[in-house]
């Protein structure tokens, strides 16, 4: 069965450094993985979305990379601020037509000031 | 637009009572999903759709129910409700063009089974 893996632990940074938080997956070959955002109380907000055929991809601060080779995702937040602090939810495309997510169980990213 | 919306926020149940958790979208997506959350696991897809009149299960399904009478709506019905049904449930939505989509969720509705 796929199998998706997010750091468990959570990760501190200090203000205005890169967060990297990662994605592994097995047992699959997604067309496309996305990456969510969740504050606590609420549901996950899109952030990004990168295809197979796509080595990376950027939205003002934030970076993915995707690598089929590693099954491996990267995602990354430049200058990371206080309110960069929430779970990060990495999610793969499966199932074809239908649109099928299945999530990783996410990282809690916290930026101390 | 609101978005997804679901109702109730918050519920109680006692062990063997049904209900229906509500979702509604006003983006006229045709897809639609169910998820539960648990502390400390990711999502879990419980059913989809895919278009009025068309659902289909996910991973997790027993014990629950759904029906999609208008492109609009998705209520997901719990009969029987046991304690390991306590979880945080969300609806969400998407538009995929090409295959591809990103979904949209609702806040979420915290239920608990005692």
């Known amino acids: 069965s796929q199998k998706i893996e997010q750091n468990s632990e959570a990760l501190n940074i200090q203000e205005g450094k890169t967060a990297t938080l990662t994605c592994n997956y097995t047992?699959?070959?997604?067309?496309?993985l996305q990456w969510y955002r969740q504050d606590p109380g609420r549901g996950p907000v899109f952030l990004l979305l990168i295809r197979e055929n796509e080595k990376e991809k950027r939205k003002e601060r934030l970076k993915v990379t995707f690598d089929t080779t590693l099954k491996q995702s990267l995602f990354h937040i430049t200058a990371s601020q206080p309110a960069d602090s929430a779970t990060y939810l990495c999610a793969l495309a499966y199932g074809g037509a239908t649109n099928k997510l299945i999530f990783g169980t996410g990282t809690l990213l916290a930026v101390q000031p | 637009n609101a978005g997804v919306t679901q109702t109730p926020k918050f519920r109680i149940l006692k062990i063997g009572q049904s209900m229906t958790l509500q979702c509604t979208q006003d983006m006229n997506h045709n897809y639609m999903y169910w998820y539960r959350q648990d502390p400390g696991m990711g999502l879990k897809l419980i059913y989809y759709?895919?278009?009025?009149?068309?659902?289909d299960k996910g991973e997790v399904p027993n014990g629950y129910n759904v029906s999609r009478s208008t492109t609009e709506d998705f209520p997901l019905r719990l009969e029987l409700a046991a304690p390991s049904q306590t979880s945080v449930y969300f609806c969400a939505s998407s538009y995929p063009r090409d295959r591809v989509g990103e979904q949209y969720f609702g806040p979420g509705t915290r239920l608990t089974v005692t």
């Open positions: 759709s895919v278009g009025a009149g068309i659902t």
């Open positions: 047992n699959y070959s997604p067309a496309y």
